[in-house]
């Protein structure tokens, strides 16, 4: 449940506001160092009580719910507190990692005076469907032409989708450079958190579980070396740490804590020869990266399985029918490939779900676009 929290702090006048700090630490590397930035916080309900906030928040509330009636729409208090903020802090635009947030799309169709744009930070799949009505932001940074193909298909009223690739992938290619050395034989991605293993996603409990099963049986058998890359974050790491020693039989195991500022998990999976995965946005990442990938999906439901006409190839392993040996197979198989056959098998696919640009990396072009957009405004000013 959302917090209200107070203040009386003079907002500070900007040029670009970052819609929420969860993710703001992909968007700042693409602002440059003469941009005047903030963040607004939309986790809890922040009330400024500062005396240049009331004829901002006045406005805005007066001019909302006449919108509201007019549309036969419920009138949303967060949206006009979060509005008037935007407004009295001047942003001529307001960007977020949070590409999914409903109120986001909101209001960039109900304020004029700012850009908006939203910047993909994870794989989507079928819940678009769900949520499709409410997804209708004024411009949208994406991962590649599936994201595009999907939420058209969808009905989502997007204006204007830019192919970016992942701004997140772009980053770690930037902080480490070129190749790394091969370490392990076998990455097991986790996709662990309480919540989805207790509550809500028990078919993703049950394939990991097995998919762990499998993974570690295959390198106990051929004398080969896995690795576990970490999921929850700091609070929750003994809590994913302390289910996995309870589901494997081989503790001499090599377990790395997952670290957002050190891209602990790209650098495992990059330090590694297979990766196996169930669905988690890294895969797709790292298929982009040329890095050879299993997709497994050992349950029933298609949520879980790679979506669409790639659903079937050497990437994949799927159905709740899929034994010990189909999936020791099929490592084999990858194993034996080399880096160039996996590329001319993979290119296609992965170039689908994530651009890729050697010469180009994703937060440059969004620095361009911003500093475009800047531009134009300050022109029209």
Request: glycine share 4%; proline share 3%; aromatic share 12%.
């Given at each position: 449940?959302?917090?209200?929290?107070?203040?009386?702090?003079?907002?500070?006048?900007?040029?670009?506001?970052?819609?929420?700090?969860?993710?703001?630490?992909?968007?700042?590397?693409?602002?440059?160092?003469?941009?005047?930035?903030?963040?607004?916080?939309?986790?809890?309900?922040?009330?400024?009580?500062?005396?240049?906030?009331?004829?901002?928040?006045?406005?805005?509330?007066?001019?909302?719910?006449?919108?509201?009636?007019?549309?036969?729409?419920?009138?949303?208090?967060?949206?006009?507190?979060?509005?008037?903020?935007?407004?009295?802090?001047?942003?001529?635009?307001?960007?977020?990692n949070i590409d999914n947030s409903r109120r986001f799309s909101a209001?960039?169709?109900?304020?004029?005076?700012?850009?908006?744009?939203?910047?993909?930070?994870?794989?989507?799949?079928?819940?678009?469907?769900?949520?499709?009505?409410?997804?209708?932001?004024?411009?949208?940074?994406?991962?590649?032409k599936e994201t595009i193909d999907r939420y058209v298909k969808a009905g989502c009223s997007i204006d204007q989708y830019t192919v970016l690739g992942s701004l997140r992938n772009g980053l770690y290619r930037r902080a480490f450079p070129g190749k790394r050395e091969k370490k392990y034989d076998l990455c097991f991605v986790s996709q662990y958190k309480q919540a989805r293993f207790q509550v809500s996603m028990p078919e993703l409990k049950q394939t990991s579980i097995r998919l762990l099963e499998f993974s570690?049986?295959?390198?106990?058998?051929?004398?080969?070396?896995?690795?576990?890359?970490?999921?929850?974050?700091?609070?929750?790491?003994?809590?994913?740490?302390?289910?996995?020693l309870e589901n494997l039989t081989n503790r001499n195991i090599q377990f790395k804590p997952n670290n957002q500022h050190s891209f602990s998990s790209y650098r495992t999976i990059d330090e590694s020869e297979v990766t196996v995965v169930i669905n988690s946005t890294i895969g797709y990442e790292s298929m982009a990266r040329?890095?050879?990938?299993?997709?497994?999906?050992?349950?029933?439901?298609?949520?879980?399985?790679?979506?669409g006409r790639y659903r079937d190839g050497v990437w994949s392993l799927s159905g709740g029918d899929v034994n010990y040996g189909m999936f020791s197979k099929r490592l084999d198989e990858l194993f034996q490939m080399?880096?160039?056959?996996?590329?001319?098998?993979?290119?296609?696919?992965?170039?689908?779900?994530?651009?890729?640009?050697?010469?180009?990396?994703?937060?440059?072009?969004?620095?361009?676009?911003?500093?475009?957009?800047?531009?134009?405004?300050?022109?029209?000013?």
């Open positions: 449940m959302a917090r209200i929290r107070f203040s009386s702090k003079k907002p500070k006048l900007v040029d670009v506001l970052i819609y929420d700090s969860v993710g703001s630490e992909n968007i700042k590397a693409s602002l440059g160092n003469r941009t005047k930035w903030g963040i607004i916080e939309v986790r809890d309900i922040e009330i400024n009580v500062h005396p240049i906030m009331f004829p901002n928040v006045i406005s805005v509330v007066l001019r909302l719910m006449f919108l509201k009636l007019r549309q036969n729409e419920k009138f949303e208090l967060r949206i006009a507190l979060e509005l008037a903020l935007i407004k009295a802090r001047r942003a001529k635009l307001v960007i977020t209001l960039s169709r109900i304020y004029g005076e700012a850009k908006f744009l939203a910047v993909q930070n994870a794989f989507r799949t079928d819940e678009i469907d769900d949520v499709a009505k409410y997804l209708c932001v004024t411009n949208f940074f994406c991962f590649g570690e049986r295959y390198c106990l058998e051929n004398d080969r070396k896995l690795v576990i890359a970490g999921n929850a974050k700091d609070k929750r790491f003994p809590y994913e740490f302390q289910y996995f040329g890095q050879k990938v299993l997709f497994c999906n050992f349950s029933e439901n298609p949520y879980y399985d790679v979506p080399t880096t160039e056959e996996w590329a001319s098998l993979t290119r296609e696919m992965a170039e689908y779900f994530v651009h890729e640009d050697s010469g180009r990396l994703p937060q440059d072009v969004l620095t361009e676009q911003i500093g475009e957009l800047l531009t134009k405004t300050d022109r029209r000013a």
